[in-house]
């Protein structure tokens, strides 16, 4: 990213840009640097400041937590994350709770309450994409192995240019 870094205000005033973007004037974070939003009454983000990273992470779990995630679905999980591929730069993951969870990383200095909105709304569109996919299941990593050598598919240019 070009141009100055964004520093006005802090954590705190970025949380009240956004809020104000997504009419709830006052938002702010709690005593832990959080502060949590719920989506058509499906989805909660939790939005961290992570000082010590200066970062914010955006958390949003896929499912109620209800269900194990299948062997073959975690597979899939983990290959999206490669490159970022499949997971929009952000990483998929299982939360110590057991539920899979869709997270992103933005720097704290350049993060807007702008790009949060934009953000969330790329998140939100992901979660929904990996939650209709958990809730379908994914094949186990030897099918799609087997499926993938079967077809004869190469693997994608950018994986086949040298460094």
Same mark, same amino acid.
């Given at each position: ?41 499906? $989805?909660?983000?939790?939005? &961290? ?5 200066? #970062? $914010? ?8 937590? #209800? ?17 970022? &591929? ?43 994409? $990996?939650?209709?996919?958990?809730? #379908? ?8 192995? &087997?499926?993938?050598? &079967? ?6 240019? $950018? ?5």
């Amino acid at each position: 990213m070009t141009g100055a870094p964004h520093v006005a205000g802090g954590p705190d005033s970025t949380i009240n840009e956004l809020g104000t973007l997504i009419g709830v004037p006052g938002l702010k974070l709690d005593g832990n640097g959080c502060c949590q939003l719920a989506f058509d009454g499906r $989805w909660l983000v939790t939005l &961290a400041h992570v000082p010590g990273a200066q #970062r $914010w992470l955006l958390s949003c779990p896929l499912t109620d937590g #209800r269900q194990t995630v299948p062997h073959g679905s975690q597979t899939a999980m983990l290959r999206a994350n490669f490159m970022g &591929a499949g997971s929009g730069g952000g990483f998929l993951c299982i939360a110590p709770d057991g539920k899979p969870c869709l997270q992103f990383q933005l720097p704290l200095a350049e993060t807007t309450g702008q790009h949060l909105l934009d953000q969330l709304e790329g998140l939100l569109n992901l979660a929904e994409t $990996w939650a209709e996919r958990l809730h #379908r299941g994914e094949p186990t990593s030897g099918e799609t192995t &087997a499926a993938t050598h &079967a077809g004869g598919e190469r693997p994608p240019p $950018w994986m086949l240019n040298r460094v």
